[in-house]
């Protein structure tokens, strides 16, 4: 039963995501809003930190590339300061403490302008965004799949000792492949850059995962919340695409895709 209600919940969260990206850019930034909202509201309860300015930090970022042109490109390069801040969060042994400010800066750096760039993109071109998540969504299932089958080593025992090495690199080999073919059959990307946005985003995708799993570690929880059945909170479904989303479209800017 507990596996009938996860895939009923995925269903339904990949046909919200999906189906707005298509239908219309502004229902699309509406779903990805609420979130946001969601998730940051999720953060502030898992840690006991109330920061009500976190709220402003999504609509704010979203709307200053409408006015401000060249604002893509700074909250471009302030996502990838936040994948830097995070990715030292996450193999850091010093003790963090989880206050205000800590709340603060992972609501910006780790929440909001990640999903705000998103957003961002699916103007460009919402294939691109419908690639990104197909390659999220297969890593995941990748790794689970694999490492419940043949995993013995903890990826991150004292982070989060389900995960391991097996699965990992399998759920990466896994994506791969499937992109690969994927890729070739819809013609989005050429092969270089299907690999690479491939292998950057799967990977990224897992450390994003690590992240979420240190803090409510941390925090001595299981879930960061209840909204989705089977599934825990809209940030946990939301942690594989945060540190992957600045890097993937950095790839694509790169190689000529996104201006």
């Keep these: 039963m507990t596996l009938f209600i996860r895939l009923i919940t995925s269903l339904f969260y990949a046909g919200l995501l999906l189906g707005s990206l298509y239908i219309n850019t502004l229902f699309f ?3 990805i809003l609420v979130m946001t909202l969601v998730s940051l509201s999720e ?10 300015v976190v709220y402003i930090f999504f609509p704010v ?7 401000f042109e060249q604002t893509k490109h700074w909250l471009l390069l302030t996502g990838i300061i936040g994948v830097l801040l995070l990715a030292t969060f996450l193999w850091t042994k010093k003790e963090i403490n989880y206050s205000k400010t800590f709340v603060t800066v992972l609501s910006f750096f780790g929440v909001s302008i990640p999903l705000v760039l998103l957003v961002l993109l699916s103007n460009q071109n ?3 965004v419908a690639f990104f998540f197909g390659i999220i969504w297969l890593n995941d299932s990748g790794a689970y799949l ?8 903890a990826l991150a025992p004292n982070i989060s000792p389900n995960k391991t090495i097996e699965g990992n690199i399998g759920g990466i080999a896994i994506t791969i492949i499937i992109m690969f073919f994927a890729g070739c059959y819809v013609e ?8 690479t946005v491939t292998l950057i985003t799967a990977v990224f995708g897992g450390l994003g995962d690590l992240v979420q799993s ?6 001595g929880v299981k879930d960061s919340g209840k ?13 594989s695409t945060l540190l992957a989303i600045p890097l993937y479209i950095f790839i694509l800017v790169l190689f000529g895709y996104v201006s």
């Design 29 to 31: 930034s509406l779903v």
């Design 227 to 239: 909204i989705l059945p089977g599934h825990g909170g809209m940030y946990d479904r939301l942690d």
């Design 43 to 52: 953060i502030q309860h898992i840690t006991t930190k109330k920061v009500p």
């Design 214 to 219: 240190k803090i409510k570690r941390k925090c």
């Design 146 to 153: 694999v490492g419940s089958s043949i995993g013995k080593h």
């Design 126 to 128: 919402p294939d691109f």
């Design 188 to 195: 989005l990307f050429d092969v270089k850059t299907t690999i």
């Design 61 to 67: 970022a979203l709307l200053l590339p409408f006015f």
